[in-house]
């Protein structure tokens, strides 16, 4: 496979790819490393590559002459190829992209930048842009040949053993797991047993369980969603026999016993019909409506929500309620949709929060305008970590939960403010937002 850089600083890659496995590489013909220096396209004396950026700022910008000269005379030379531009606004290098250019064998040419950027029509001759992270370097000769590094390593012959590469951390989409040699006790830190029994089959299961733990605490962005649904005891139904048993034994012991977690302060939610505003300001007791009850349950269970209370004190609308989620918690609904019945399965009609859990909880409720006992959601989210209560966050149907028993609440979250002044969200939309605001990816903060 053919690398070809194109760079100010040759010297710079040729001292790079002169060591190690990348130099074993070339040395087997396996690898091909050139470079092309765009100062070789100027015309004047002082060979200069770049300019003032048009508008002004900051910095120098590469001239696109030399370097779409460079370019040209690297297609020349590999008409193949791949034109790379290293670039801190590409898409992002992830494992996937390495082996996608290992396994296609085509060459790459690495267009590398210097000072404050290229030219934007620089890009008319190029394929993709690439960065390798949310950061700015000196140059894209680093960059560049992290890439080519990173590819190398899939091309056979040059680790020795492609199973290395296969192994490595991001093949299989998590980190890789611990790994040990000689001698056995070393200052009292010990290898694990397992790895030393000879049983692969156990091994292989600790390496897995290792490597899983790595990821969920480190990287749990790179867990597919139905691993993290696993890990908290929900098994897909496609998932294979094997990789089911796996899983469902990770959700059901290794989430406490391994990673001990800490766990956070009971979240309730409640939706208020009385007493509220109508339109006009008069109190009133609001209607049920089913809407409110499916999509804020799921809400709810998304956001593993203990207990969603549907609060009214007519008899007659509570009838309504218990008919509504009777039919998905005890009847054909069940059967029907089990996902539905399964966020249904929280919602209640009466709150026994303290009877349950034998504490207080604080009352939080929410509202579009600013009251004394305000608080923001880095405060409640706070509240929420600490554990020490559980917490009953109310939302309000109509136009509002009536100003007088407001106040008697504990806390009243901050409005829910957008790109504008307007602000009349419905408690469907407002329950989602908050409840992400609260609770989002709360589950990795556990750790």
């Not at 992270?133 to 140059?139: H, I, S």
């Not at 040699?181 to 292989?204: C, K, Q, S, W, Y």
């Not at 109190?283 to 499916?294: K, L, P, Q, R, S």
Request: hydrophobic share 40%.
């Amino acid at each position: 496979m053919r690398f070809l850089f194109i760079t100010l600083f040759p010297e710079q890659i040729e001292q790079a790819v002169s060591h190690s496995i990348i130099k074993r590489g070339i040395d087997k013909g396996l690898i091909e490393v050139s470079c092309i220096n765009p100062r070789e396209f100027t015309t004047d004396k002082h060979r200069t590559v770049d300019d003032t950026p048009f508008g002004g700022g900051a910095g120098m910008v590469l001239k696109p002459e030399p370097m779409v000269a460079a370019i040209r005379k690297a297609k020349e030379a590999l008409p193949n190829a791949r034109v790379i531009a290293m670039c801190p606004g590409g898409r992002t290098l992830k494992q996937s992209i390495v082996e996608e250019y290992a396994h296609c064998g085509q060459d790459i040419i690495f267009v590398c930048g210097h000072y404050e950027g290229f030219d934007e029509r620089i890009f008319n001759w190029v394929d993709e842009k690439l960065s390798i992270g949310d950061y700015v370097l000196t140059g894209g000769e680093m960059p560049a040949l992290i890439i080519m590094d990173a590819v190398c390593r899939f091309i056979p012959g040059v680790l020795g053993k492609l199973v290395s590469a296969e192994e490595d951390s991001f093949s299989t989409g998590m980190l890789e797991y611990p790994q040990y040699t000689r001698p056995v006790d070393f200052e009292g830190l010990v290898v694990p047993e397992v790895l030393r029994n000879g049983n692969h089959a156990l091994i292989n299961r600790w390496r897995r369980k290792k490597s899983l733990k790595a990821t969920y605490r480190l990287r749990p962005d790179l867990l597919p969603q139905e691993v993290i649904d696993a890990i908290h005891g929900k098994v897909p139904r496609d998932m294979k026999k094997d990789e089911k048993k796996f899983y469902a034994e990770v959700g059901k012991n290794w989430l406490k016993k391994i990673l001990k977690v800490n766990k956070m302060a009971e979240l309730y939610v409640g939706l208020v019909h009385y007493p509220i505003y109508n339109k006009r300001m008069h109190v009133i007791a609001g209607a049920v409506t089913n809407f409110d009850i499916h999509d804020i349950s799921r809400t709810c269970r998304t956001y593993d929500v203990k207990r969603y209370y549907i609060i009214h004190p007519l008899d007659v609308q509570r009838d309504i309620i218990k008919k509504i989620i009777g039919y998905w918690q005890d009847g054909y609904g069940r059967t029907y949709n089990p996902d539905r019945s399964n966020a249904l399965d929280i919602v209640c009609w009466q709150a026994d929060i303290e009877a349950q859990t034998g504490k207080r909880p604080y009352i939080v409720t929410t509202d579009a305008r600013i009251y004394p006992n305000t608080v923001s959601y880095g405060f409640m989210r706070k509240q929420l970590k600490e554990g020490d209560r559980p917490i009953l966050l109310l939302f309000g149907t109509g136009f509002g939960i009536e100003a007088e028993t407001m106040s008697k609440f504990d806390y009243i979250l901050e409005p829910i403010y957008g790109a504008c002044d307007y602000n009349h969200l419905c408690v469907r939309s407002a329950a989602a937002i908050i409840l992400d605001r609260l609770a989002g990816e709360a589950w990795w903060e556990k750790l």
